[in-house]
């Protein structure tokens, strides 16, 4: 870049800062200036050249890879480079004299620590005042080009977020245009981690309880109902549970980068970097058609231009370079038929999760025996050495795989950042005079676990005590419950929240959302939540969910208590009026004991105090009868598995 030009960059920068300040309230979207954030200076103005030699006014950087995953490689944080934010979730929105990141409650604080707050502004998603990322964009440009230009690389972009976006502009004569990855032309290979390309292994018939012949005939099945030639599977987590293979390229799921395509005449077809295959692996998939990856897009071209197809089905979340790749009168759009039929454990899987639940409970007992141990011998411990040895105690049970999301090890005040994240430097000293949050889970072959306790250590105030046993009274009013056959997740939410809300309390995010069977550990397409979602479906037999209120003090601490519970028929005792409707209820898979220091038992319904007492009376039964405890978790066991009296 020229002296001269980069002066003319600079001053259209100060100039659009003028600018916002004139339009916006800029106080609610400005964050204080810290020494943990990074200097995204030159990296913005290097973007910004690009965006003047693309004739463009802005550019978008999502957090998700092609395959809108969660979770994504060190290489593909593309979002997280530019912008200093390490949190999961966030969109970012650089334009020729602004930048901005937009993310959720669950991120707010941790962004207003990493985001660079002197280069970024932090738009707090879902508060009352922060304009939507569409309707912000909306109103910065312009018609007149460059201005009414706004580059996205379609490959990272969902279907429906263009539809809304593009929409938004056209009202303002601007418009979105696919263009290539821009941070990849500046993010260094010097700098940038390598794409991963680790094994990939077939996942035995003992855990996976179905063939992938099977399961493509299933889906083939679905395709034809439909109408449609194929489906198009574009989700890690489809790829890897519909044809029985794991990898470790995606930090803390078992997947690897593939797309596949299933024909209504069963044919199965895959597109992946095909060296990474094991022997089992390869020769299990014999009759599937492979292809590499980097020819999936074309391939899809190709296909979508063949006279005797006719409909090809893609999902909602499918990218838009997909989208656009198959002829509007060829696109169905609807939700994946693997997504559905996934979600719904086959017996197998159900008895593998059962089994593996015990065993990550084992763990967490053993962990939380030792730290209480090692606490009363005045050693000095940490949040990051007590997720370290959580781990350690996890990959000890078997069947261990990896961890299955980043431990949330967070002390005292950190317990109020709901997605908090220890760092050694930074890392709090666990004592006895606070509340310690433990949300950690576990990749082992036959499940995926998710599991939340709150702890003390010490004498708790009766602030916390009251604010633990409320968001207790929910947990268990939603594990116990009973529901017809039909019920959506979002109608039972309220189980959870009823004890909070008659004190005027409540909690930032969903309660429920689902778990994969070794597979992702946020599962659709159904939740617990109040939110509505076109893609949900109903609570069925065999789906497994996490059962997590919990309540923030920002500044004083945080309390959530999840448990993994799956979906199961339930038989009454009575059948008053000779009733044909089907009920349903939850099975508990967790076993880990609840905080009986923190729970005031005067609160308690006797149906909750009941729930409370056989559920202990079960976690030491079944951790018992494994024999991984010695003497002193015993004692552990034994002791916080008490019955509560009142």
């Known amino acids: 870049m020229t002296i001269i030009s980069l002066f003319c960059l600079h001053l259209i920068v100060f100039i659009g800062r003028l600018q916002l300040v004139g339009s916006q309230e800029t106080s609610n979207f400005s964050c204080s200036v810290r020494p943990s954030q990074a200097d995204t200076t030159v990296k913005l103005q290097n973007l910004r050249t690009h965006l ?14 092609e395959h809108d995953s969660e979770y994504v490689q060190l290489h593909d944080e593309r979002r997280a480079w530019i912008t200093g934010f390490l949190g999961s979730a966030g969109t970012a929105v650089v334009t020729r004299n602004n930048a901005a990141l937009w993310t959720d409650g669950r991120y707010w604080t941790q962004a207003e620590d990493e985001l660079d707050c ?21 109103s910065q440009v312009n018609g007149t080009s460059p201005y009414n230009r706004v580059g996205v690389a379609a490959q990272f972009a969902s279907s429906r977020w263009w539809s809304e976006v593009n929409t938004a502009l056209n ?22 981690p390598p794409a991963a390309a680790n094994p990939v292994a077939h996942h035995a018939l003992e855990y996976a309880g179905s063939t992938w012949q099977t399961k493509v005939s299933t889906i083939a099945q679905l395709v034809q109902a439909k109408k449609a030639n194929a489906y198009v599977v574009t989700a890690l987590d489809e790829v890897a549970w519909l044809f029985c293979l794991r990898g470790s390229d995606i930090p803390y799921n078992p997947f690897f980068k593939a797309y ?60 838009q370079a997909i989208y656009s790749r198959i002829p509007a009168e060829k696109r169905i759009i609807a939700s994946s038929p693997v997504e559905v039929t996934k979600a719904i454990k086959n017996p197998v899987e159900q008895e593998g999760m059962r089994n593996c639940g015990v065993r990550d409970s084992v763990a967490r007992v053993r962990h939380l025996a030792w730290l209480e141990d090692q606490l009363n011998q005045n050693v000095a411990i940490n949040e990051t050495r007590a997720a370290e040895e959580l781990e350690r105690f996890q990959s000890e049970e078997s069947l261990f795989q990896m961890l299955s999301f980043d431990t949330i090890s967070a002390f005292g005040s950190n317990g109020a950042i709901i997605h908090y994240s220890p760092k050694a ?40 005590k009251k604010a633990y046993t409320l968001v207790f009274q929910g947990s268990t009013d939603l594990a116990d419950a009973v529901f017809p056959y039909g019920t959506y997740g979002r109608s039972i ?25 070794y597979l992702s550990v946020h599962e659709g397409p159904s939740f617990i939540s109040m939110g509505y979602s076109s893609s949900d479906i109903p609570l069925t037999d065999g789906l497994v969910f996490s059962d997590e209120p919990g309540f923030y003090l920002p500044g004083e601490f945080g309390i959530r208590l999840e448990t993994d519970i799956m979906v199961k028929n339930y038989t009454l005792s009575n ?22 220091n923190l729970i005031i038992c005067e609160m308690l319904t006797k149906a909750q105090k009941d729930w409370v007492n056989w559920y202990h009376t079960q976690v030491r039964s079944k951790l018992e009868s494994t024999n991984r405890l010695n003497s002193n978790e015993l004692a552990y066991l034994r002791d916080k598995t008490q019955e509560i009296k009142c």
Not at 428 to 449: M, S
Not at 493 to 517: C, E, F, P, V, W
Request: charged share 15%.
């Open 493 to 517: 939410d309220i189980l959870a929240r009823q004890s909070l809300y008659k004190n005027s309390m409540d909690y930032n995010h969903g309660t429920g959302h689902g778990i994969g069977h």
């Open 575 to 596: 059948n008053y009026g000779g009733s044909t409707v089907q009920f349903l209820h939850f099975e508990m898979l967790t076993w880990v004991p609840f905080e009986r």
């Open 118 to 138: 002197k280069n970024w502004y932090l738009m707090r998603q879902g508060q009352s005042d922060v304009p939507s990322l569409s309707n912000w964009l909306a």
């Open 52 to 65: 003047i030699s693309n004739n463009l006014f802005a550019y978008v950087i999502f957090s998700e890879d």
């Open 260 to 319: 596949a395509m299933v024909y209504a005449n069963e044919t199965a077809h895959l597109w992946m970097n095909t060296s990474q295959l094991d022997a089992p692996a390869q020769a299990d998939l014999q009759k599937v058609n492979l292809h590499p990856y980097g020819s999936f897009l074309s391939d899809l071209l190709n296909t979508a231009s063949q006279s005797d197809v006719s409909q090809i089905w893609i999902s909602s979340s499918a990218s």
């Open 425 to 464: 430097k930074t890392a709090k000293q666990i004592d006895r005079n606070g509340l310690y949050l433990l949300d950690a889970g576990a990749q082992y072959l036959d499940c995926t676990t998710d599991v939340t306790r709150t702890h003390v250590f010490g004498t708790p105030t009766q602030e916390q």
């Open 171 to 192: 009202a303002n004569n601007a418009s979105l245009v696919e263009v290539a990855e821009l941070i990849d032309l500046i993010w260094s290979s010097s700098e940038r």
